[in-house]
């Protein structure tokens, strides 16, 4: 078995009671989301950031970091990865600026909507369920948390989209091959395209993943760029240390 958490430079993740362990794709998303990024509009530094699916609090927590003026919310439709994303905000330097919820996207968008003044969030991040259509894992826990089950693609675009900010940005990471479906389904919720990073595992490979972010005001011209993970001879890339060298302890 794994270790029951993984230490970063600023904080401590345990992941032992979630489907979903610390990994690559959360790391990449929680270093490269936000705006003011090269070819986004930017509204300044987030204040209200929500993670959607937030798991252990990874993203979470690495955004916490990343923009010391922001409250972070995290909201999780499994009631074990809430209570330990909890526990992993109280340990952490910022537990005044993180909160984890138990419920589901669709809760808490009616919640949000029945306040006398609907929350807008200035940055919006998820690391989705990736698969609409696959076998399923003969854990229950981690097929709820790779396939969309309760929360489609198409209901996470759209429900985000009301979320956000006028000059919010939402961000996430899915496999290379819903790049088509995710761009399409954004258009249908108003959202345009602000960048678009593919993510290539090695030199010469095909992209394995991408990371995208949208917001409701149009750009002139997105940005598209490119990620290698690591080089031919396996190690970490230049570009893979730049982007995540304020997390990894090894840097």
């Known amino acids: 078995m794994g270790s029951p958490y993984f230490r970063f ?11 979903m362990k610390v990994g690559t794709d959360g790391v990449l998303l929680g270093a490269w989301a936000g705006p003011g990024r090269p070819g986004e509009i930017s509204g300044g530094s987030p204040q209200t950031i929500l993670d959607i699916g937030t798991g252990s609090g990874l993203v979470a927590l690495m955004l916490a970091q990343r923009f ?15 209570a330990q994303a909890r526990e992993n905000f109280t340990g952490s330097p910022w537990p005044q600026r993180l909160r984890a919820a ?20 200035d940055l919006i991040v998820s690391n989705p369920p990736f698969y609409d259509t696959t076998l399923t894992s003969p854990d229950p826990l981690r097929t709820a948390a790779r396939h969309t089950g309760g929360l489609t693609h198409e209901e996470l675009l759209l429900l985000s989209a009301g979320l956000l900010s006028d000059t919010g940005v939402f961000s996430l990471i899915v ?4 790049e088509k479906s995710i761009l399409r389904l954004a258009d249908r919720s108003r959202l345009h395209l602000h960048r678009l990073t593919r993510v290539y595992s090695k030199p010469s490979s095909r992209p394995r993943r991408i990371l ?15 990620l290698t993970l690591t080089d031919t001879d396996g ?3 230049p570009e893979h240390i730049r982007l995540t060298r304020d997390f990894y302890l090894e840097y």
């Open 9 to 19: 430079k600023q904080f401590t993740v345990w992941h032992d009671r979630c489907a």
């Open 68 to 82: 010391p003026e922001a409250q972070v919310t995290g909201i999780d439709s499994d009631a074990e990865a809430a």
């Open 102 to 121: 138990h419920i589901s996207l669709q809760e808490f968008c009616r919640g949000t909507a029945a306040t006398a003044a609907a929350r807008r969030f």
């Open 175 to 178: 496999p290379s091959e819903s």
């Open 212 to 226: 995208a972010s949208f917001g409701r005001q149009q750009l002139p011209q997105p940005l598209e760029d490119s």
């Open 235 to 237: 190690t970490r890339s």
